[in-house]
Structures are given as C-alpha cells and as structure tokens.
C-alpha cells in the first residue's frame, strides 16, 4: 500500500512539473500581452525578443531529432513559438492601427510606410509591416534548418553545435529588451512583471544547473541569462525620471 501510494504521488509529482516545464515558460509573456492590448501601445517591448525564442527554439526542436532530451522541453519549444507568433500578431495589429491613424491625420512619416520580407531590404529585417513576413521568414529558417540537420544529422559534432547554439541564443533573450530601454531611455511600455518572471525562472533554473552539476556551459549561459534580467530590472530604477515624465502619443483608445 505505501509503495502503490509513493509511486502515484512521485507520478502526479512528475505530472505536475511537466506540466510547470511545459507552460511556466510563456507565463511571463501574458502580463506585457494584456498591457499591450490594453494600452494600445507596443513601443516598450521588442520584437526582437520574440526573433530571439523563435530561433532559440527553431534550433532546440531540430537539436531534438538529432540527441532526444525529455518530451516536455520539446512540448515547450512548440508552445513558445505559438506564443511568439501570436505575441508579434498582436504588436504588428497595434502598430497598424496607429498607423492609420497618423494617415488620418495627415501626418505622414516613414513609419507609415510598408516594409516587407520579400523586399529583401536588411535595413528593415525584423521591422515588417505585415505578419505573414515573420510566418514566412521563420518557415524559410526552419526549412533550411531541417535539411542541414538532415544532411549533417551522422556528425555527432553538428549535432552539439545545434544545441549549444539553442542554449546560447536563448540565454541571450534579454538583450533586444534592454538595448531598447537604453536607446529610448526609458521602461514605459515594458512589462515589469515579465522581466521579473524572467529573473525568477532563471535563478530557479540556473540553481538547478549547478545543483545538479550539469556541464559547465548550461551554468555559465543561466549564470548570464540573470545577469541580463537583473539589467533590465536595474534600468527601471535609472530611468524612473525619464518614465514619469514620458507621454506616449495620443491613440484612438484616448
């Protein structure tokens, strides 16, 4: 009896922190979303986060079928870029209507322009106008990836460069964040909830990384990916000045 009750609650333990692994990760993007909308202003995130985890875990999915790792972080990675994709279709409907509404009234700038993936222009990679250019960009990433890892799935040290470059990206999803804070000089529009469920996933994870005495290049990228939260944290407290005097420009919603 006690072994049957130890086995169902280690299997409901388990359950539950797959479950936790599965969708803990997107949990920090639902605040900045509900501001996004709510506000009608996607100027204080960037979507160059979003490019961030959609290759991150472009990489991590084709990592999966060269070195299987456990179901739930590839049940994940599937997720994440579900929420990305539906994060950068809700910024790029807020950046159109305002456009719109500067047409409206006349004041015509080059933000009222239209940019697109299939103009082949790097000056605006990533700063599209439209959604089916990210969808597009992604597919054509994900295709290209897939025949490497097709071609080159029999080199063992392919294989591992695939998934340290997974790891590495990913621990390197603050950095489009703050870069943005500091050339606006400002957090207005940036979720502070989000970066502080970052800061808190991290140092939980990054524990778990040298608890468990996983390689040395898993604790040096959570050991980073901290760092950089605890940046972002710290460009709240210098610019609060600069955050209570911001005004953003006027939208329909006022």
């Known amino acids: ?49 979003c490019l961030t985890l959609l290759v991150a875990n472009t990489l991590r999915i084709l990592f999966w079928f060269g070195k299987h790792y456990e179901l739930p972080l590839l049940l994940q990675s599937m997720l994440m870029i579900v929420a990305m994709f539906v994060m950068i279709k809700l910024c790029i409907n807020v950046q159109n209507r305002t456009q719109i509404i500067k047409v409206k009234e006349r004041v015509l700038t080059d ?7 299939t103009d082949l222009d790097a000056r605006f990679f ?26 080159f799935m029999d080199i063992p040290i392919f294989i591992e460069i695939i998934g340290f470059l997974a790891l590495l990206i ?23 909830a989000m970066v502080a469920m970052w800061t808190v996933g991290d140092i939980f994870k990054t524990c778990y990384f040298v608890l468990r005495d996983t390689p040395i290049q898993f604790q040096v990228c959570g050991a980073l990916q901290v760092t950089i939260d605890i940046a972002i944290l710290a460009q709240v407290y210098l610019y609060k000045t600069n955050n209570s005097v911001h005004t953003r420009a006027p939208t329909r919603a006022d």
């Open 111 to 117: 933000d009222t322009e239209s940019f697109n993936f």
């Open 126 to 151: 990533w700063k599209w106008t439209d959604f089916k250019s990210y969808l597009g960009f992604m597919i054509l990433f994900a295709s290209i990836g897939s025949v490497s890892m097709y071609l």
């Open 170 to 192: 990913e621990a390197m999803l603050g950095v489009p964040q703050f870069l943005r804070n500091s050339a606006n000089k400002s957090t207005v529009g940036m979720s502070i």
């Open 1 to 49: 009896m006690d072994g049957t009750y130890e086995l169902n609650l280690k299997n409901i333990t388990n359950c539950v922190a797959s479950g936790a692994m599965i969708f803990g990760a997107i949990v920090p993007y639902v605040p900045q979303y509900k501001e996004i909308k709510r506000k009608e202003d996607a100027e204080g995130f960037s979507l160059y986060v």
